[in-house]
């Protein structure tokens, strides 16, 4: 069955580092496209970023944010990863990774549970 994990999560200071995790099981995991987004207290959802099956990252939110995050895969570990650097308190957020409904970054139908990012000092 599909399942799609986020971790690592957790409390960091402002202007710190944290690399989420995105584990994909039960699909040819190279296939498919999967992105990140996130949603903070009390607000929608928002994309953030995602990969092709290919390896093409496609941008989904502003440039600030653009110039932060990084997202990669390894398709050997069947993961994705979403890189944080310099982070801000309105970064604080549940984080949330899904997959495309194909090879491309569209159609987003599978999601993770999430995991939770708080950046406070």
């Known amino acids: 069955q599909l399942q799609l994990v986020e971790s690592g999560g957790g409390l960091v200071q402002p202007g710190g580092s944290l690399r989420l995790s995105c584990a994909v099981s039960g699909v040819t995991f190279d296939a498919y496209g999967i992105g990140w987004f996130r949603q903070a207290p009390g607000k929608g959802r928002e994309g953030i970023s995602c990969?092709?099956?290919?390896?093409?990252?496609?941008?989904l939110a502003d440039s600030v944010v653009k110039d932060r995050f990084t997202i990669s895969r390894d398709n050997a570990k069947n993961t994705v990863y979403l890189q944080m650097n310099s982070l801000k308190q309105e970064d604080t957020a549940v984080y949330y990774c899904?997959?495309?409904?194909?090879?491309?970054?569209?159609?987003?139908?599978?999601w993770g549970q999430g995991t939770k990012v708080t950046v406070s000092s």
């Open positions: 990969i092709t099956s290919a390896g093409v990252v496609i941008n």
């Open positions: 899904a997959m495309s409904g194909g090879p491309r970054c569209s159609g987003y139908d599978y």
